[in-house]
């Protein structure tokens, strides 16, 4: 029965995320690095470009009109401290928030934190190493991509007021380390 059961987890794990974007960086050299990231934007579109005073790596961007900010994050800011609550790592903490199939986590207290409504506000991109949470929806006051590494659980984040198909162009450009 167990074993039935990790099965289904891990069925349920990748059927339920979508493969990363295709870049879209053919002609566009990788100029603009924020930590490890590398973003291949064309320099005609950015109109403001911001390093932070932070403790953290973090800068503000103005690109095709929309405001941008790239910072690497805290497993405590990004879940705020929820994952340690519920026992989970970054990566099984913002995963169950999309599938919503964890026993273990209070959702109504997990969804209030991050403004979210329901599991549908939350798309999950995988690469065999890195995972993608894009929480969009009308009524949050900022949205949010928290960009993780499977294995260390470092977090990167990208927050501003976008929709699905802005973020995904704005994914297409990122390379990850």
């Known amino acids: 029965m167990r074993l039935i059961l990790i099965l289904l987890s891990i069925f349920t794990c990748t059927a339920s995320a979508s493969q990363f974007p295709q870049s879209s960086c053919s002609g566009t050299p990788y100029w603009l690095e924020v930590s490890a990231i590398k973003l291949c934007l064309e320099p005609e579109?950015?109109?403001y470009l911001n390093v932070l005073n932070?403790?953290?790596?973090?800068?503000?961007?103005v690109y095709d009109g929309r405001e941008y900010i790239f910072q690497v994050q805290t497993v405590e800011n990004a879940t705020g401290g929820l994952h340690k609550k519920y026992g989970l790592s970054a990566y099984r903490y913002f995963l169950a928030l999309a599938l919503k199939n964890n026993?273990?986590?209070d959702y109504s207290i997990a969804y209030e934190i991050h403004e979210l409504k329901s599991e549908h506000e939350i798309n999950v991109y995988e690469s065999s190493e890195w995972a993608v949470f894009t929480l969009i929806s009308n009524h949050r006051s900022f949205d949010e991509v928290f960009i993780i590494n499977k294995k260390s659980q470092s977090i990167f984040q990208i927050g501003g007021k976008f929709d699905q198909k802005t973020i995904m162009s704005l994914l297409s450009k990122v390379k990850l380390p």
Not at 54 to 61: A, E, G, V
């Open 103 to 105: 026993l273990k986590v």
């Open 45 to 47: 579109n950015v109109s």
């Open 54 to 61: 932070s403790k953290y790596t973090s800068m503000s961007i």
